[in-house]
Nanobody, 126 residues
Framework: QVQLVESGGDLVQAGASLRLSCVAARGSVSRNTMGWFRQVPGKEREFVACLNLNGARRSYTDSVKGRFTISRDNAKSTMYLQMNNLKPEDTAVYYC???????????????????WGQGTQVTVSS
């Protein structure tokens, strides 16, 4: 069973940067598509970004394009989300996710992912 652990969330001011990390503490996801999602209370979990097993294919939701960068280091079993020019509307709990099935496509729906971390809070003040 895969265990994902996120870190890096914080309280920052608008315009600041943060880097989230997601490590596979148990199991291997080096050949699996991984992604970041976020959720605010009362709303559904929202797709943020994803990348395939080698990072050659990536996808971002429109609201973060040009500000966020997703990457991975399979040697460290870690995925990252570099978030620049943060805005108050980026405030959410951020979750990392991984698919159980090996493959090279990208997937943007939460239902496409099988393993989830516990989440890390990102709060952006205006």
């Amino acid at each position: 069973q895969v265990q994902l652990v996120e870190s890096g969330g914080d309280l920052v001011q608008a315009g600041a940067s943060l880097r989230l990390s997601c490590v596979a503490a148990r199991g291997s996801v080096s050949r699996n598509t991984m992604g970041w999602f976020r959720q605010v209370p009362g709303k559904e979990r929202e797709f943020v970004a994803c990348l395939n097993l080698n990072g050659a294919r990536r996808s971002y939701t429109d609201s973060v394009k040009g500000r966020f960068t997703i990457s991975r280091d399979n040697a460290k079993s870690t995925m990252y989300l570099q978030m620049n020019n943060l805005k108050p509307e980026d405030t959410a709990v951020y979750y990392c996710a991984a698919r159980a099935r090996v493959g090279s496509n990208v997937w943007t729906s939460a239902t496409d992912y099988d393993y989830w971390g516990q989440g890390t809070q990102v709060t952006v003040s205006s």
